[in-house]
């Protein structure tokens, strides 16, 4: 028998590995249905679905390894990067889902939040004020009006996988949907500016870097009291909390 591997979990969702079949508990029925249409859509690799049966989706595994973790190395050549530049593209590129996804909320939404959480990892003494006030500041330039684009939501490297130079497969699109495409390429090369340029290289279209660098302080600011609260360390080398020393 097979062991089985917990590969992620937390009060809201949870992630089994047993053998080649991933098995991903998740209470809320919506983010299933999502990930399960997104899939369908998406004219990028992704892993065949088994079946799903709620709270249950179960996926096979995808060939190759991920290009890396946050807070670790990266495993993939610049031409890999590359790929999954150019793949990330095709997504932007493909008809719009009708749902709105993660990377989709609207700019006073969000500097609402924004404003709301920076306020309260100074309060709970998360983070010191400067630190707060410097990357409130830089994440402003991402609070600008965006044109939609079929996004993943949460396109983190340890979601991408490749073999090789080729990309073999994306993962976990339950946060996708229609959205600011250079969430997904902030998301992607959070905690790896090394690999930025490959990225856009292979993504094939100008990039405001400015925005790049505003998502990852945002993106980095609205996780780390989140992920303290669900047993991760945002403050590990190379995670969200170097993300936003790296913008001082």
């Not at 992630?15 to 899939?39: H, I, S």
Request: charged content about 20%.
């Amino acid at each position: 028998m097979d062991e089985v591997q917990v590969v992620v979990a937390h009060s809201e969702r949870a992630t089994l590995r047993v053998g080649d079949v991933f098995l991903k508990v998740d209470a809320d029925q919506a983010r299933l249905d999502v990930e399960v249409e997104a899939m369908s859509l998406a004219p990028v690799p992704t892993p065949e679905v088994l079946w799903c049966r709620p709270p249950v989706l179960a996926i096979a595994a995808l060939p190759g390894t991920t290009l890396g973790r946050l807070g670790g190395p990266s495993t993939g050549s610049p031409a890999a990067w590359a790929a999954a530049g150019a793949a990330i593209r095709k997504l932007h590129d493909a008809p719009l889902p009708p749902w709105p996804g993660r990377a989709g909320r609207s700019t006073a939404a969000l500097a609402a939040e924004l404003d709301d959480e920076c306020g309260l990892l100074v309060t709970n003494g998360l983070l010191p004020a400067d630190l707060v006030t410097h990357n409130r500041r830089v994440a402003e330039a991402a609070l600008r009006p965006w044109t939609p684009a079929f996004t993943h939501g949460d396109l983190q490297i340890a979601h991408v996988f490749v073999d090789g130079d080729e990309v073999t497969g994306i993962i976990d699109w339950s946060e996708a949907g229609r959205g600011d495409a250079l969430y997904d390429l902030a998301t992607f090369t959070l905690g790896h500016e090394e690999h930025l340029e490959d990225v856009v290289a292979g993504y094939g279209a100008d990039i405001d870097l400015d925005v790049i660098h505003a998502w990852w302080s945002l993106r980095s600011l609205l996780a780390v009291r989140w992920l303290v609260e669900h047993g991760f360390d945002p403050f590990a080398p190379g995670c969200e909390v170097d993300a936003l020393r790296s913008r001082m």
